[in-house]
């Protein structure tokens, strides 16, 4: 790669990472996003430590962590963010910038997310069954599915999974899905 082309491309990360750096630059490092999250216990970096790279522009160290991929959007952080800073907002930022730059990295997750949407658009509420079943076809590994049978047959047993026969979804909530598209679509 020339030198003008890694200069291009290292400006075009710049220009795409400044409105979430514009939401989190009144950040104090305060780490009560941190202190806050119920999933920070499986992050390989605080919430903190991300925004403080995200601030420094350290995109790559960002996205090879799986804190950003591992927020629940809870809300949490934004609620009892002091500086009162769109965490989640940012997150989901992050979120759609590393699907649309692709890689395998992160084509798990965006496949989940896609396979969960579709569930609820088509449903009205996710049907689990479905929804696995999606996400295992998207994936295109034939085992998959058969790591997750154990705790498929446990959820069985319990009850807390059906397989049941889909509801219809709501025509109300079509429009919804539609409008959202056409958002995602003029980012």
Request: proline content about 6%; overall charge positive.
């Amino acid at each position: 790669m020339t030198r003008e082309a890694f200069a291009e491309e290292e400006k075009e990360k710049a220009e795409e990472l400044a409105p979430i750096q514009e939401m989190v630059r009144a950040c104090i490092q305060c780490g009560t996003c941190t202190g806050s999250c119920p999933n920070a216990y499986a992050m390989d970096i605080t919430p903190r430590a991300m925004w403080r790279r995200v601030l420094a522009g350290d995109l790559e160290g960002v996205f090879d962590s799986r804190t950003f991929v591992l927020c629940s959007a809870c809300y949490t952080c934004t609620l009892r963010c002091p500086r009162g800073l769109p965490l989640t907002e940012a997150v989901f930022a992050l979120k759609q910038m590393a699907a649309r730059r692709g890689g395998d990295r992160h084509r798990a997750s965006t496949l989940f997310y896609k396979a969960f949407m579709k569930s609820v658009e088509k449903h009205g509420r996710v049907q689990e069954t479905e929804f696995m079943l999606r996400y295992f076809v998207s994936m295109k590994n034939p085992l998959l599915p058969f790591e997750f049978a154990p705790l498929g047959m446990k959820f069985l047993s319990k009850g807390i999974l059906s397989p049941g026969i889909p509801i219809k979804g709501n025509p109300r909530l079509a429009k919804l899905f539609r409008k959202a598209s056409e958002l995602e679509d003029a980012k």
